[in-house]
């Protein structure tokens, strides 16, 4: 079946850039996203990236695909402390509806 | 504003005890979902609907039921059966066509009393 698997911690100093990690396991994914969820609070959608993109950039954040490969990686330049939150990795596949399977979330904590 | 409203944000449950999570949208979308998050676990599919009076099993849909007779609402009854339900319970939405992204609601957390 789909497997999404992502590290479980990252910290950085506030100012670096950040990369967060995933892979994926189903090569039929169309689409890669990535959510940002804060403390007591539900997934907010930050980007997505179709499959047959290589890379995608807005604002802070970029997002990169090796489809050969199958990972993907979120670049958050100049990371404040606002960044701080789980940042989950997900991929959807054609489906009889929107499958989603979701990787277990990233960490990132920011230090002043 | 549109989006996803859930709640009660808080709910505490007391043993053989059925209770209901809200979830509202004002979005428009077609197809909503259920899931529950537990630490380490990621996010866990409970139910989907793509439209009006129909609805799927997901992944772990045992103790649990659904209902959608509006295309803005589906709420999500756990009910007795489900003996671990203490988790944090997401309710999302999508557009119609193939791979809209899921908007999130703030979600519930349940506890057992």
């Known amino acids: 079946g789909e497997d999404v698997e992502q590290s479980l911690f990252l910290s950085v100093r506030e100012g670096d850039s950040s990369v967060i990690n995933c892979t994926y396991t189903?090569?039929?994914?169309?689409?890669l996203y990535w959510y940002k969820q804060e403390p007591g609070a539900g997934l907010q959608l930050l980007t997505y990236i179709f499959s047959n993109m290589d890379m995608k950039q807005d604002q802070r954040l970029t997002v990169l695909l090796n489809k050969k490969d199958k990972h993907l990686s979120l670049r958050i330049a100049d990371t404040q402390t606002g960044d701080s939150a789980i940042y989950f990795c997900?991929?959807?596949?054609?489906?009889?509806?929107?499958?989603?399977?979701f990787g277990i979330g990233t960490k990132l904590q920011v230090i002043p | 504003d549109g989006g996803i409203t859930q709640s009660p944000k808080y709910l505490f449950r007391k043993e053989g005890q059925n209770v209901t999570l809200s979830c509202e949208q004002n979005l428009n979308h077609d197809a909503m979902y259920w899931y529950r998050q537990d630490p380490g676990q990621g996010l866990r599919l409970i139910y989907y609907s793509q439209i009006v009076n129909d609805f799927q099993k997901g992944d772990i849909a045992e103790g649990y039921s659904v209902s959608r007779e509006k295309k803005e609402s589906f709420p999500l009854t756990v009910t007795s059966a489900q003996k671990n339900p203490t988790a944090f319970y997401l309710c999302a939405s999508s557009a119609p066509g193939g791979n809209q992204p899921q908007h999130f609601g703030d979600g519930t957390r349940l506890s057992i009393l």
């Open positions: 997900a991929e959807s596949n054609p489906g009889g509806y929107q499958k989603v399977t």
């Open positions: 189903d090569s039929s994914s169309t689409y």
